[in-house]
Each structure stands twice: as structure tokens, then as C-alpha cells.
């Protein structure tokens, strides 16, 4: 669906199905560089079984109209916007990586927003390397070469896509060649910068691939240590890109800490 | 710091697609010889029939053994995914059948294999899909562009005169007019050519040809490079719009890499129905995994045979783009300079007659229609894969009564001369 915010087209997925007030919602929130199609698969899930969903395209993202948010408060503030504009009070927010700080400082800052947030391939702080952000400043190819290479196991190009013919590294690079010059390093340098202001009071799911080496496992330690009402589910063959890589186990842990 | 690296071509012609078998650990590539497969639960099933999950439900959709040779493709031309067919002819009608419906248009080269043009120029039309032929230059591309065209087509290496197709320049004019570039690439594999690097949209190889390369299993593979915008476009509706026979699915918005992919899929392979057996995916992946090796030595060969035949008086003329006599000469120096394939053509001296007795002659060199196998093929165009054409056609396509088209094999170079040599000089006595 498309609505407009801050008079600019916005587009929602939303798993053909139009929303309905009675149901519970869930909002997805894809990384950096990168469109609500990161969630076909779960989003498509909850969409045929009773939630309201909505994978969101970020401003200068997918089918959104840019220019990019330049930090994850003014992403998060926007997430919230949305769901002003749909009349939702309260959603489930599942973040990927940038999506996933997104929802956190949502779940920090709007708590009465938020009913639950699941943190898919997060770290905190999201230190991105000094090569990777400026080879994205410099609009270089090269920084889809390390979104793409870092942002999967190291067995991807070598091993089988669970979803038939499909070549993960391919449909990253395709993705990324259609954004305009500038917004991978505005989603990069957000998350780079973005330090964590609040408390997280609401239950939290930690999604995270045992061979991510975007953002490892550990690097979600601090955050672990300061959010006690928190879960982790760890992928043990995927990287950083769960929800391709490991869609099963994506879903399975969403589906059991959204079960109602 | 160096940057992160990706696996070089030969380590993906051996390895993308797949890993050891998590089962059994088998190495090769498993046969899965089924139709279908067992779900866990009927939750499982409703959510793999509506693609909540990823998996295989009826070998005619997807089947893993397929699996891997289509994402072994998709790696080797950089595109975001494959669909394996039951030939390459069935690969270009399911990309055709993907974009478009009745009243639809495509521009395509006329130098094209015979039954790509059969299929263009009679079978599509019966059901309202009308094709304009060109000599595949760019400028007459752009010139049959019409409003209900959906589609640009040609062949990397235009059959049978070896036509390099100029795609940077006919992309160029696709785009402009917000339509596609369809290249059939199996003249030259991935090995040879990167057609979307060059910016080709969508492309396809009969895989029954270099791809495997023994001559053993009849297949072809369509890839997309997921770089197309259908939404932007605004010419697809089969891309574009709900797709009242899957739930209403808008496959753009579903997702815009992949939207091409997923109706060819969902619709193309379910409802046409001509997918790849499993069986035909192992041998043809068997292939794949030494085209790096096979591709240098069949250009090797060709370029020795080449050279023989280019200085033989009863030889009138050689067709190979590295000849600098060849119009596409230096079009070919610059998208082709790995080389320019093992397919060619030359005339005879002496027309039909010499012909005949020339193939008829051929000890090592095997008279079929086929091309692109590990052994020496050669056929007669006129008489056997353009026979359909009429004259115009055939002229335009560069083919005289005289044309006799070889595919050099990986035999020894000097004999497959010195079968050429004795056969043309039994020709000559024709």
C-alpha cells in the first residue's frame, strides 16, 4: 500500500491483505541499503495468518521516495508516523540489522507504541568499518561488493539458497545497484553513529547467525546485558542475512514470540 | 585493508548451488529423482504452496538437484536467479510467455537460430505475439520499436553468420524506450561473454550445447538479472498487477528483483509445464563444472581450423569475428576478447553439390544438427536447421547454398584439419 508522510510516497507491503482494526499488527523494517522484500517470506507468513502486516520501504528505499533519514531517530520517529497515519496503536516491530536499531530506539523512545521488538543480525554499537563507509561515501561499487560479501555466511556463494534458483549474492547486488548515490552511506553512517538513548521495558527477541561476520554474535553483548527481558534464538549455519539464508528458523523464532 | 573477494568463475563452475549433501555428505550433486515431497504438517504444506517458506512441493515447480544448476547459472552470468527448462527453446518461450500476452510486439535480430525464428515468426503469432525481424544492428533496433512492443531479442552470436550483437548499444535503446534486452548467450556460455555486465536484461542458454558439452541431455536455463524495472516501465501488467491465479499476487511489489522469476515460476512453469528433469540437471552441471577448461581449447581449435580453412583455395570465404575481414570485427575485439566461440561458418567452392559431397566425406567431424558438443559437428544450414526460411530470410541471416556451419570439438586440432583437408579435396572432384 502506498501512503504519503511528510508529502512523500511511502510504500508498505502488506502481504495482499488490506488491514483491519481488530487485528494485532506487526511492522517490518529492513537493514541497511536494502527494501521490505528482505521479509517476503515472514512477512508473507504473518500476513496470511491474521496480523496486520507492514514490511516497510524506508524514504529513498524500494518504492519509497527518498531523500534517506539521516540518523535511526528520525527512522524511528517515521515508523511511528506510519503507524499514526494507518491508526494502528500499537505494533510489533521485527527490524533487520539497521531495521533492527530502528526498532529499538522505537521501542526506547515510543514505548507506548511498541509491543514487542525482534532484533534480526543486530550489534550495538553497530560499528561499521572506516573501508566500508567510505568506499559507500564515494558511491564505489566496492561497497556492494562487502555489503553482499560481509552480509552473508561465508558459505553462500559456495552453498545452496534455500529458496529454489535463487543466487543470494545476485538479487543483494541487484537491489543495491537501484538506489541512488548516497543512501547506503546515509543508512550506514545512522547506524554507525547511533548511541541509545532510554530504557527498553517490552519483551525482546535477538535473531542472530552464528556466522555472521557483519555483526557476530557477541557484538549483540552489550545490548544483551542491558535488555533483561530479552530472548536470543541463534541460526548456526547463517550469516548476517537470516531471513534468506536461514528463512525457517527466521520464522520459526518470530512465529513463537508473536504467538498470542 | 583489501577488500572482501568473490569466488572466482572456475570455484563457482565447480561448487555454486551447492553444498555437501546434508544428509548423506555426498559430494556430487544428489540425483533427486522424486515428483515431490513429504510436508511436516499441513501448516508446512499451506505455507510452502502460498511461498511463506522456501522448499520444493512438485518437482515441475522446483527440484534440488535443478536447484543447483540454476543457481550455478545465476552465479556464473551475476544474475539474481535461473529457471532450468526442458530445452533452450522452451527458455525463450517462457520468457516471452512471462512479459506478455496477445497483442504484444518484439523486435528481434534476424540473424536467429532456425527454430528461435520458427517460433517468433509463425507459432507466437497464431496467438497474437507479432515479431519484427531486423539485421541486428542498434539503429534498426530502434526503428521497429512500436507502442505495443515489449521486448528486444537476439543472440550474442547471431546464428549462423556470427553476428556480435552490440548489447551496450541495444540496451541503450531498450531502456530508452523502457523495455528489455533478451539475449540467447549460448554461442558464448558465461565463460566467453558476461551479457549483463554489457546490460542485457534477461538471457538464456540452450544448455544442451557448451553448457554441457557431451551431447547427452537436451535442457536450457533463463536468468534474470534482476536489474530491469518493470514497476517503473509501466509496460507489464503480468509483473505489475495482481495475478488473480496466485492470491492476487503482484509480483513487483512482492518483490522488484525477483517479480520476473516468481511468475515464471508460478505461472510459466506451472501452468506450461516444461521444466527440467533432474536427471538432465546432473549431467548438464557434469559439464558446467569443466566449461572453464573446455571453452579456451574449443577456441583453440576453432581458431587453428580457422586459419586452415581461411588459406585453402577451395575455401571462398571463412565467417568467424576474429577474422578482421569480418564486419563485427572489432565489436567482437572488444566484447568478446576471451574469444569468439567454436561455432562458424565458411563456403564451400562449388555450391550444393560440393557441399554435400564435402559433409558426406567427413571422417572425425559428425554430421548433425547440433552444436557446442565436446566432438566436431557439421551441418548444412539451408537444407537442415533454416530450412523453413524462405530466401529473403536466409539472406538476410548471411546464408548461401554454400554455407556449411562446424562446431569444432576438443579433438586434436590437426586432425580435425586433416579430415577438413581430405574432405575438401574430395569435395572438389564433386
Excluded at chain 1, 521495558?201 to 557476530?216: A, E, H, N, S, W
Excluded at chain 2, 572466482?8 to 550433486?29: M, Y
Amino acid at each position: 500500500m502506498e501512503i504519503l508522510l511528510q508529502d512523500k510516497k511511502a510504500f508498505a507491503y502488506t502481504a495482499a491483505h488490506a488491514l483491519e482494526a481488530g487485528k494485532p499488527s506487526v511492522v517490518f523494517i529492513h537493514g541497511a541499503g536494502l527494501d521490505h522484500s528482505s521479509f517476503a517470506l515472514q512477512s508473507r507468513y504473518f500476513g496470511y495468518h491474521g496480523w496486520n502486516v507492514l514490511a516497510l520501504d524506508l524514504p529513498g528505499h524500494g518504492r519509497s521516495e527518498g531523500p534517506p533519514l539521516a540518523t535511526i531517530a528520525a527512522m524511528a520517529d517515521w515508523v511511528v508516523e506510519v503507524l499514526d497515519q494507518l491508526n494502528i496503536e500499537k505494533a510489533v516491530l521485527v527490524g533487520h540489522s539497521m531495521g533492527s536499531l530502528i526498532a529499538l530506539d522505537a521501542a526506547a523512545r515510543h514505548a507506548q507504541r511498541v509491543e514487542k521488538i525482534a532484533l534480526v543480525a543486530v550489534a550495538y554499537p553497530m560499528k561499521v568499518t572506516e573501508p566500508f563507509l567510505d568506499a559507500a561515501r564515494r558511491n564505489d561499487l566496492a561497497a556492494f561488493d562487502m555489503h553482499t560479501i560481509w552480509g552473508h555466511a561465508a558459505q553462500v556463494p559456495l552453498g545452496g539458497n534455500p529458496n529454489p534458483g535463487m543466487w543470494m549474492y545476485g538479487d543483494n547486488l541487484a537491489r543495491l545497484r537501484r538506489l541512488a548515490p548516497g543512501v547506503l552511506h546515509s543508512d550506514l553512517k545512522a547506524s554507525n553513529d547511533f548511541v541509545l538513548s532510554g530504557t527498553v521495558q517490552c519483551p525482546v527477541l535477538f535473531i542472530l547467525g552464528k556466522r555472521d561476520v557483519m555483526t557476530p554474535p557477541r557484538a549483540a553483548q552489550v545490548l544483551l546485558e542491558k535488555l533483561s527481558n530479552s530472548k536470543v534464538e541463534i541460526a548456526e549455519l547463517s550469516g548476517h542475512g537470516l531471513m534468506g539464508e536461514a528463512p525457517d528458523a527466521t520464522l520459526d523464532a518470530l512465529v513463537a514470540f508473536l504467538r498470542r | 585493508m583489501a577488500g572482501p573477494k568473490y569466488p572466482g568463475f572456475d570455484t563457482l563452475a565447480l561448487h555454486a548451488g551447492q553444498s555437501p549433501d546434508p544428509a548423506t555428505g555426498s559430494r556430487a550433486v544428489p540425483i533427486y529423482q522424486t515428483t515431490s515431497y513429504v510436508f511436516r504438517d499441513t501448516e508446512h504444506a499451506a505455507s510452502l504452496f502460498n511461498m511463506e517458506r522456501a522448499g520444493h512441493v512438485y518437482s515441475r515447480i522446483s527440484n534440488p538437484t535443478v536447484a543447483v544448476l540454476e543457481e550455478r547459472m545465476a552465479a556464473l552470468e551475476g544474475g539474481v536467479g535461473a529457471i532450468a527448462t526442458a530445452s533452450g527453446q522452451a527458455a525463450l518461450h517462457l520468457a516471452v510467455a512471462t512479459l506478455m500476452g496477445a497483442g504484444s510486439h518484439i523486435v528481434a535480430s534476424g540473424s536467429l537460430y532456425g527454430g528461435s525464428h520458427n517460433l517468433l515468426a509463425y507459432t507466437l503469432k497464431r496467438f497474437g505475439i507479432d515479431t519484427t525481424f531486423v539485421l541486428p544492428k542498434p539503429e534498426n533496433f530502434r526503428k521497429a520499436i512500436r507502442d505495443d512492443t515489449r521486448l528486444l531479442f537476439g543472440e550474442t552470436l547471431g546464428n549462423p553468420g556470427l553476428d556480435v550483437l552490440d548489447i551496450p548499444a541495444v540496451s541503450a535503446i531498450a531502456h530508452a524506450a523502457k523495455l528489455p534486452l533478451l539475449v540467447d548467450a549460448t554461442f558464448t556460455t558465461p565463460y566467453l561473454m558476461k551479457p549483463f555486465d554489457l546490460g542485457a536484461d534477461l538471457l538464456y542458454h540452450s544448455a544442451t550445447k557448451f553448457l554441457g558439452g557431451h551431447g547427452t541431455a537436451i535442457g536450457g536455463v533463463l536468468v534474470d538479472s534482476g536489474r530491469f524495472d518493470w514497476e517503473a516501465s509501466g509496460k507489464f501488467e503480468t509483473l505489475t498487477a495482481p495475478y488473480s491465479g496466485f492470491h492476487n499476487m503482484d509480483f513487483e511489489e512482492e518483490s522488484g528483483t525477483r517479480a520476473f522469476l516468481l511468475r515464471a515460476r508460478r505461472e510459466g512453469l506451472r501452468d506450461f509445464g516444461a521444466c527440467m528433469a533432474p536427471m538432465t540437471a546432473f549431467q548438464i552441471l557434469q559439464g558446467i563444472e569443466t566449461l572453464h577448461l573446455r571453452m579456451p581449447r574449443h577456441v583453440e581449435n576453432t581458431r587453428k581450423v580457422v586459419a586452415f580453412l581461411k588459406n585453402n583455395s577451395f575455401v571462398d570465404r571463412v565467417i568467424y569475428p576474429e577474422l578482421p575481414e569480418h564486419p563485427d570485427h572489432e565489436l567482437a575485439r572488444k566484447l568478446l576478447p576471451l574469444g569468439c566461440g567454436a561455432v562458424f561458418s565458411f563456403e564451400i567452392k562449388g555450391g550444393r553439390a560440393a557441399g554435400k559431397r564435402f559433409i558426406e566425406s567427413l571422417r572425425v567431424f559428425s554430421h548433425l544438427a547440433n552444436v557446442g558438443d565436446a566432438k566436431s559437428l557439421v551441418i548444412h544450414p539451408a537444407t537442415t536447421t533454416h530450412y523453413r526460411m524462405s530466401d529473403e530470410d536466409l539472406k538476410k541471416a548471411g546464408i548461401t547454398a554454400g554455407t556449411v556451419r562446424l562446431s569444432v570439438g576438443l579433438e586434436d586440432a590437426q586432425d580435425l584439419i586433416d579430415d577438413l583437408d581430405r574432405s575438401l579435396k574430395a569435395a572438389a572432384k564433386a
